[in-house]
């Protein structure tokens, strides 16, 4: 399935971003069943895991995240999101959202200290 990542951009330490994972051309009763996950990769390191939610909902996060970042997800719209609180500079990466067969394209997340 297609999927497009959108919200990033170049935020202050303490700082707020939502970022978007959308798939136009999935069909909803198919999206539903959807796991998704969201990945980040900074330069120099490897693609890490930041959040999962499963097709009923059920949340999971990297610990350095936990408590700042919320993944929720809206299947009448077919996207996932991820509310990112308190940004901090070791958040900057470009990040990736993951669906059962496919990766969206990435968005640049900069925090400046």
């Known amino acids: 399935v297609q999927l497009q990542a959108s919200g990033g951009g170049l935020v202050q330490a303490g700082g707020s971003l939502r970022l978007s994972c959308t798939a136009p051309?999935?069909?909803?009763?198919?999206?539903?069943?959807?796991?998704m996950e969201w990945y980040r990769q900074a330069p120099g390191k490897q693609r890490e895991l930041v959040a999962g939610?499963?097709?009923?909902?059920?949340?999971n996060y990297v610990d350095s995240v936990k408590g700042r970042f919320t993944m929720s997800r809206s299947n009448s719209k077919k996207t996932v999101y991820l509310q990112m609180n308190n940004l901090k500079p070791e958040d900057t990466a470009v990040y990736y959202c993951?669906?059962?067969?496919?990766w969206g394209q990435g968005t640049q997340v900069t925090v400046s200290s």
């Open positions: 939610i499963t097709s009923r909902g059920i949340t």
């Open positions: 993951r669906g059962p067969d496919s």
């Open positions: 051309r999935a069909i909803f009763s198919t999206f539903m069943d959807y796991d």
